[in-house]
Nanobody
Framework: QVQLMESGGGSVQPGGSLRLSCAAAGSIGRIYTMAWHRRTPGKQRELVAQIESNGATLYKDSVRDRFTISKDNDENIIFLQMNSLKPEDTGVYYC?????????WGQGTHVTVSP
């Protein structure tokens, strides 16, 4: 089993920044990808950013110039640096990981962007 533990959510004003972390723990052989998704009010869960084992990244268009996904291979941790946050970024952010060709999900962390 693999557990994903997210942290770093909170409340900020528009234009502010937050840094999310997701740590993978448990029986880990190989991590293929790790990613951040979010569920915003009234919408289905969507991919925000993804990072592969070779460091290649993928972003949702609306966050590409504001968010940065990175990873610490030694610790099996990924980060999502979110800058210039907007009210429409409000939602629950979930970490996912493809570990040994199985997909795991974290419990989610709340992000609120409001004046």
């Amino acid at each position: 089993q693999v557990q994903l533990m997210e942290s770093g959510g909170g409340s900020v004003q528009p234009g502010g920044s937050l840094r999310l972390s997701c740590a993978a723990a448990g029986s880990i052989g190989r991590i293929y990808t790790m990613a951040w998704h979010r569920r915003t009010p009234g919408k289905q869960r969507e991919l925000v950013a993804q990072i592969e084992s070779n460091g290649a990244t993928l972003y949702k268009d609306s966050v590409r110039d504001r968010f940065t996904i990175s990873k610490d291979n030694d610790e099996n941790i990924i980060f999502l640096q979110m800058n210039s946050l907007k009210p429409e970024d409000t939602g629950v952010y979930y970490c996912s990981s493809n570990v040994d060709l199985r997909l795991y999900w974290g419990q989610g962390t709340h992000v609120t962007v409001s004046p």
